[in-house]
């Protein structure tokens, strides 16, 4: 079963602390990975996204760091602030065919940062 | 501006009773999903479809069906054989896995 695993469940963190939310995947056909910001009330929106051939990616303040011989990746908001306090799913997809790509997501990381 | 309007934003269903849940798009995107979310689950894909007039069925299925009669629009109705349907419902739709765009979803509740 294509699946996503994703820790931790939630995460507090003081205003400019560095969190980090890991997930690691099994099947070796995933080839794009993204994350995705929920607010409360709204859908997803897309933060970031990396290849299998790059292991690193960074976007102002957040960085995905990924190991592919660990089939893991994580995401990493420098300076965090309380406007980053949102959940976030990590996401794994392969080409379905055509142009439907399924997203297998991660059950979220809800994350606090206090001020 | 182009994007993804579910509608209603809240919607409150009878026991027994079916309720269609309103999705439609203007980005031109062919592939359309249906996702549900409950506490600490995640996004749950119910439903996808590729291409006008085609869908398949995603992880969570039963209780749940689907028309794609327009490019523009993928509702989603939630039946009276779905035990357990109060959730929040996202709808979403795709160029490719980079161009996934979210609706603000539909609140389900069951009175």
């Known amino acids: 079963q294509q699946q996503v695993k994703q820790s931790p469940q939630s995460l507090i963190v003081q205003k400019g602390g560095i969190p980090i939310i890991n997930c690691a995947y099994e099947?070796?056909?995933?080839?794009?990975f993204p994350w995705y910001q929920q607010f409360p009330g709204k859908g997803p929106a897309l933060l970031i996204a990396?290849?299998?051939?790059?292991s690193e990616k960074k976007e102002g303040r957040f960085t995905i760091s990924f190991n592919k011989s660990a089939k893991q990746f994580s995401l990493h908001i420098m300076d965090s602030q309380p406007g980053d306090s949102a959940t976030y799913f990590c996401?794994?997809?392969?080409?379905?065919?055509?142009?439907?790509?399924?997203?297998?997501f991660g059950k979220g990381t809800l994350l606090t940062v206090n001020p | 501006d182009g994007g993804i309007t579910q509608s209603p934003k809240y919607l409150f269903r009878k026991e027994g009773q079916n309720v269609t849940l309103s999705c439609e798009q203007n980005?031109?995107?062919?592939?359309m999903y249906w996702y549900r979310q409950d506490p600490g689950q995640g996004l749950r894909l119910i439903y996808y479809?590729?291409?006008?007039?085609?869908?398949q069925k995603g992880d969570i299925a039963e209780g749940y069906s689907v028309s794609r009669e327009k490019k523009e629009s993928f509702p989603l109705t939630v039946t009276s054989a779905q035990k357990n349907p109060t959730a929040f419902y996202l709808c979403?739709?795709?160029?490719?896995?980079?161009?996934?765009?979210f609706g603000s979803g539909t609140r389900l509740t069951v009175v």
């Open positions: 099947n070796t056909a995933f080839d794009y």
């Open positions: 980005l031109n995107h062919d592939a």
């Open positions: 990396i290849r299998p051939d790059v």
């Open positions: 996401a794994a997809s392969m080409n379905s065919g055509g142009s439907n790509y399924k997203l297998t």
């Open positions: 479809s590729q291409i006008v007039n085609d869908f």
């Open positions: 979403a739709s795709s160029i490719a896995a980079w161009g996934y765009t």
